[in-house]
């Protein structure tokens, strides 16, 4: 089975710096790729998936993620950080070999302070 | 938009009711899931199912049931709940292998 480690639980940054967050799985056989945002007292929202193609991603909102096969990795990145990213960040990978089962990091808290 | 909807936000229950918490999704999604979210714990999926009144155990489906008797609607069911049931709720859907589109969550608190 897989499973997906994402090693920082919380991570503090002044606005405007840059921030990432790791992500890394145990199996890169066929498998898709995901980071979630959620927001207090929300469900959580898709914020960009890799499934194919250029393994670099972004979202419509600054972030981007890396699709590292070598590595089995899927760090988060933004060159600069606004207070409104405060939320708790989730990665996920979706196994295509196990009725395209989803498995989901613990999270990382990112707070962003003025 | 889809859209995943779930019963309630808040529920508060007491040890040993009979709990239902229902979702329902207007996308005609093929798979559903329920997860529970616990602070540090990430998600843990309890039940999925990928067809009308299919259904396969997650990671923790004791002390759970679930119900998918039309396309669109997925049950979770506390038989008997308990204290340590006690936890934010997720429902979700989607097609094969793609992204899951969440449900508000409903925060369950057994006293």
């Known amino acids: 089975a897989q499973s997906v480690t994402q090693l920082d639980s919380q991570v503090p940054v002044f606005e405007e710096a840059p921030v990432e967050l790791r992500c890394n799985y145990s199996?890169?056989?066929?498998?898709?790729l995901f980071w979630y945002v959620q927001y207090p007292n929300q469900g959580l929202q898709l914020l960009l998936k890799y499934l194919s193609g250029s393994t670099l991603v972004e979202s419509i909102n600054g972030f981007e993620a890396e699709f590292n096969k070598s590595q089995t990795s899927f760090h988060l990145r933004k060159p600069s950080v606004h207070i409104s990213d405060t939320a708790e960040y989730f990665c996920?990978?979706?196994?295509?070999?196990?009725?395209?089962?989803?498995?989901f990091g613990s999270g990382t808290k990112l707070n962003v302070k003025p | 938009d889809v859209k995943v909807t779930q019963s309630s936000r808040y529920l508060v229950k007491r040890t040993g009711e009979k709990v239902f918490l229902e979702c329902v999704q207007d996308m005609d999604h093929e798979n559903m899931f329920w997860y529970r979210q616990d602070p540090g714990l990430g998600l843990r999926l309890i039940y999925f199912s990928y067809d009308v009144k299919m259904k396969e155990k997650g990671d923790i489906p004791e002390g759970y049931s679930v119900s998918r008797e039309k396309k669109e609607r997925f049950s979770l069911i506390l038989e008997s709940a308990s204290t340590n049931q006690t936890s934010m709720y997720l429902c979700a859907s989607n097609l094969l292998g793609d992204e899951q589109f969440f449900g508000p969550g409903t925060r369950l608190t057994v006293l």
């Open positions: 199996s890169s056989v066929s498998v898709y």
């Open positions: 996920a990978v979706s196994d295509n070999s196990n009725f395209n089962k989803f498995y």
